[in-house]
């Protein structure tokens, strides 16, 4: 189970106060990822770009996904798999839909799933989102000479 990452805030702050926080930690860094690069954000451009944890990351981009309804996600699901008598297998998978799966992948039990990415583009294929990703090393890279 997932703690609150805004638990203590929402405690201490009356609830517009709390809103307007989640705006400008949240929002804003997201929306302005977001209009940064091509229409993507991805987790890991999160991480990069705003220097949060991967678990910061996920969440932040769960809550945002929550929020802006007109944005597509893309769904990361891992877990083991099994296929007929072939052995267990650690499988990951991006999906636009957690509903709609691969009929190929038999997960043994619930997959762990987040939101990977978000864009404004219908769909967007997996090979788009990792060469998306893997320019962000040399992004970082360049931002830190």
């Not at 929002?27 to 949060?52: D, H, M, N």
């Not at 072939?86 to 998978?93: C, F, G, N, S, T």
């Not at 294929?125 to 992004?139: I, M, P």
């Amino acid at each position: 189970e997932q703690s609150d990452p805004f638990a203590t805030v929402k405690r201490s702050l009356p609830h517009s106060l709390y809103v307007l926080n989640m705006e400008k930690t949240v929002k804003e860094p997201i929306r302005s990822q977001l209009e940064a690069s091509t229409g993507i954000v991805t987790y890991k451009a999160l991480c990069v770009s705003l220097g949060w944890n991967a678990e910061q990351s996920k969440r932040n981009l769960e809550l945002y996904s929550q929020s802006e309804k007109k944005l597509n996600r893309t769904f990361c699901l891992s877990g083991l798999s099994r296929k007929n008598s072939r052995p267990m297998e650690w499988v990951v998978i991006l999906a636009t839909s957690i509903k709609a799966l691969p009929t190929s992948v038999a997960f043994t039990h619930t997959p762990n799933t987040f939101v990977y990415s978000m864009q404004k583009a219908n769909k967007l294929s997996a090979t788009t989102l990792a060469n998306f990703d893997s320019t962000l090393g040399a992004d970082l890279a360049t931002n830190r000479q």
